[in-house]
């Protein structure tokens, strides 16, 4: 894909307001991605500083710090947060950012509506939490808040856990909405689909997902609310109805939710990976075809969630076959992604390091589902830390250096300055080592029956919990070293150019770093 | 793709935060509202943050919506942003239609699967063994628990009310779409009087589906506690009313506009998303007739 270098010496009208007003009111995509981003970074402190307290408490057997009551909370608050909180709005931050300067839009198609997503966020997330001081405490029973757990046996706050849920739904369902809209209607001139980068194609597809599955979760807590405060029987075997139809419409959501968390970070990965092995794409259509499966797989896998409830065999080998079968286009991708790295020049800058990592610890996290799909076999591993360590392996190494490969990627376009390589490449290994010393031990203790979301465990498993808790702890004291070159790096350093990496391709590195307030006000042309 | 002119990016707008905090007191209210009538406080404060909420989001309707409106009257809307908006509105419906799906499919989920489990049959069989006594039937005239969820005496006789019910909203789709093609072939007073006649037709809908609550409440016992029946009952039929009540609103704004002289006959998006909307509550009533009348 090449691109000429025009983007509009016209003069614009306004810069940014002055002031706190600045970021309430604004309508621009550039000023709404960065509030995402900031927003995204404090979620993921706030429901990381809760999986410290969890690891604090697992460090040793036995109850040392928190109540079980607490703990329950904490493992709940810190799923919610981080899926809804930290990784969904981190890449909506970054398509926000990225996208209208990928394909050359002057903005995101409904710039107000997009303002609104945004701020819909904060809401929630302050509604959310501060149950967490209500009395009877905050939502306990775990982020798949499974009834009657979450509905004849939960605390008083669930009530604005459910309309947090409809809140964080209703932003995400009209940032999806705005990204279909900017993808579809306002790409350059002879920006044709298929010369779309990756990042954009793969946001088309997620939003696609967001739109279809988050009514759904509406709908899931809508039954949750109504079955607590108006009498009915949806999940409740007493009236006809049945909690496993819980599961169901939850993981009809669910599943589709885990591919939302990574197909933009696969879109990103596609973009940094040719920049630093200065080869272009191999494989880009492929690329496309093999996201677009994923997205529909995504759709008949959901019972694999579900295997120890008492599914009939019919729907066991089912959910189990069609789970199998998303390895094949997820094994096209990363064979894409090492083919691309195959005989290319290649330099390991932070954002090439998180890169090449996502690769590899990916496939890690892919190889664990692969065996968590095999029904026979999730019946020993289900409910286990096998379990978590897998989803850490596909959301941390996965989504979240994904985030940080594109954060590192683009942060001279957004700053004007070139970041701290050398206090980058130790966040990165500082979080990788972290990161597995946290999660690979995990693999163990799970196989050898630990279940998850106890804050207690037999003897036999404290040594690999140590080490696990060890971990934790450097990779979330790491993150305040991200914070720190972030802030470095907006506040000055090597000023940036153009295009501060050479392989880079596409219509972002076509205007001046920093990107100016308003861009591409009338369109490029793409050949 | 076509040629571009510039696209028009508005300035800074009030509307978003005050719509966020509209959204934020009103369910913040209901909320606090629905814990304490469960808790059986005396005092509630949540109906009053309800209402301060709603003030906000009526406000902000009021607001943003006269603002696109003179926006577009000020001809500042290009035919690139009839696009985003066409892309929003197709998308933004397709949501409902995922929303309704999530309530179908615990209707069909039951009915197929959990219902006849939880009456002993197939290899779940094991259910019975909670309620030995329950017999599943659909319409499930009996719960495995009466006393926790008192079963209906009878259910809504679908070739009635819902007949009537179902020939009001199918002609209003019709009328929506003539006055459309009034408006297309600038015949205005075609146009007023078919759409006011679909504003009629919406609303009969509506006092007949009120109608048949009562009904259903007062004479058969079936309500949202009777167990399953009465609870895919009344959330599938009470959020398709709450939609045609909507879409039933939105007209008549379209009304008020086509009688203010709004919308011409080859820009009026405006009409045309609230009459993609009708028919999407339409559509959605012949599922709903079909899946929870008739079968």
Redesign the interface.
């Known amino acids: 894909m090449s691109a000429v270098i025009d983007h509009g010496h016209t003069d614009h009208a ?1 810069g940014p ?1 002055k002031g706190l ?2 970021w ?4 621009n995509h550039k000023d709404i991605g960065t509030m995402y981003l900031w927003f995204s970074f404090a979620m993921f402190l706030l429901g990381g500083s809760m999986a410290m307290v969890i690891r604090a408490e697992l460090f040793q057997p036995g109850l040392q710090i928190v109540q079980p009551e607490f703990f329950n909370q904490m493992t709940t608050m810190h799923g919610l947060i981080m899926v809804f909180g930290a990784v969904m709005p981190a890449f909506v931050g970054l398509a926000n950012w990225m996208i209208p300067l990928m394909i050359g ?3 995101m ?5 997009n ?2 997503s945004f ?2 966020l904060p ?1 929630a997330f ?2 959310l939490v501060s149950t967490l001081f209500s009395e009877g405490g905050g939502p306990n029973f775990g982020w798949t808040f499974y009834a009657p757990l979450s509905t004849t046996y939960a605390p ?1 706050s669930v ?2 856990f ?3 849920v ?2 964080m739904g ?1 932003s995400s ?1 009209m940032g ?3 990204v ?3 993808i ?8 044709t689909l298929m010369k779309m980068p990756l990042f954009v194609w793969t946001w088309l597809i997620t939003a696609f997902l967001l ?6 979760l ?3 807590v ?2 949750m ?2 079955d ?7 999940f ?7 909690p ?2 819980f599961q ?2 939850f993981w ?1 959501f669910g599943h589709p939710e885990v591919y939302i968390m990574i197909l933009p970070a696969f879109g990103a990965v596609s973009s940094i990976i040719p920049a630093f092995a200065r080869k272009p794409l191999f494989g880009y259509t492929s690329m496309v075809y093999a996201t677009a499966s994923i997205a529909f797989l995504s759709f008949i896998v959901w019972a694999h969630h579900m295997f120890t409830v ?1 599914i ?2 019919t729907g066991e080998l089912f959910f189990m076959y069609a789970t199998m079968l998303i390895a094949v286009p997820t094994g096209v991708k990363v064979f894409n992604w090492v083919s691309t790295m195959w005989q290319g020049s290649m330099t390991f800058e932070a954002p090439m390091l998180f890169a090449v990592a996502f690769v590899i610890l990916f496939t890690i996290g892919g190889f664990s589902g692969l065996m968590l799909a095999i029904a026979p076999a999730d019946f020993q591993y289900h409910d286990t830390y096998f379990v978590v360590a897998h989803f850490h392996y596909v959301l941390v190494p996965g989504a979240i250096f994904g985030i940080f490969a594109s954060a590192y990627y683009w942060l001279p376009k957004w700053t004007g300055h070139m970041y701290d390589e050398t206090l980058a490449k130790l966040h990165f290994w500082m979080s990788f080592i972290g990161m597995n010393l946290a999660f690979f031990p995990m693999h163990f203790v799970g196989l050898a029956g630990m279940p998850r979301r106890i804050p207690d465990y037999n003897l036999q498993f404290a040594d690999f919990n140590m080490v696990s808790s060890v971990g934790a702890f450097t990779f979330g004291a790491t993150q305040f070293l991200f914070l720190f070159i972030v802030i470095k790096c907006i506040r000055g350093g090597k000023p940036a150019p153009a295009k501060p990496w050479d392989g880079a391709e596409g219509l972002e590195w076509t205007v001046p770093s920093p990107a100016p307030y ?1 861009t591409f ?3 490029p042309d793409v050949k | 793709m076509s040629t571009h002119e510039q696209y028009y990016v508005p300035a800074q707008s009030k509307w978003p935060i005050i719509a966020t905090l509209g959204m934020l007191f009103s369910v913040y209210g209901l909320g606090t509202w629905f814990n304490d009538l469960k808790a059986d406080r005396a005092e509630s404060n949540g109906p009053l943050i309800f209402f301060i909420g709603g003030l906000f989001l009526a406000y902000m309707l009021f607001g943003w919506f006269g603002n696109v409106i003179r926006e577009s009257r000020g001809g500042l809307y290009s035919a690139q942003m009839d696009r985003s908006f066409r892309w929003g509105m197709s998308w933004f419906i397709f949501s409902e239609v995922m929303f309704f799906a999530a309530f179908f499919g615990a209707l069909f989920y039951v009915r197929t699967f959990a219902g006849p489990w939880l009456g002993g049959e197939g290899a779940k069989g094991i259910a019975e063994m909670l309620w030995p006594n329950f017999d599943y039937t659909w319409p499930l005239l009996n719960t495995p628990d009466p006393k926790l969820y008192p079963a209906p005496k009878g259910i809504i006789d679908p070739w009635h009310l819902p007949l009537i019910n179902t020939i009001l909203l199918v002609t209003s789709s019709f009328t929506v779409t003539f006055a459309h093609h009034a408006l297309k072939k600038n015949h205005r007073t075609a146009l007023k009087a078919w759409l006011a006649l679909t504003v009629l037709l919406g609303a009969s809908f509506l006092v007949l589906q009120v109608e048949e609550y009562v009904h259903a409440y007062t004479e058969l016992g079936l309500t949202l506690g009777s167990g399953i029946y009465g609870a895919t009952f009344f959330m599938l039929t009470g959020f398709h009313g709450a939609h045609v009540t909507l879409g039933a609103i939105i007209l008549t704004v379209m009304l008020i506009r086509v009688l203010k002289g709004h919308f011409t006959a080859d820009q009026h998006f405006g009409f045309e998303a609230a009459s993609w909307y009708w028919h999407f509550v339409d559509v959605v009533w012949l599922g709903l007739f079909v899946f929870v009348y008739v079968l």
């Open positions: 306004h307001a007003m600045r309430v009111l604004t309508t839009a002057p903005d198609a409904l710039p107000r509506m303002n609104f701020w819909l809401a302050g509604m008083e009530t604005f459910i309309f947090a409809h809140l209703i369902i999806a909405i705005n279909v809209a900017t579809l209607n306002l790409r350059a001139p002879g920006m739109i279809a599955v988050m009514p759904v509406a709908g899931c809508t039954m609310l109504m607590i405060h108006f009498g009915t029987s949806f409740s075997a007493a009236g006809g109805g049945d496993v139809l169901h419409v009809f008492g009939p065999l308003h006000s009338t369109p």
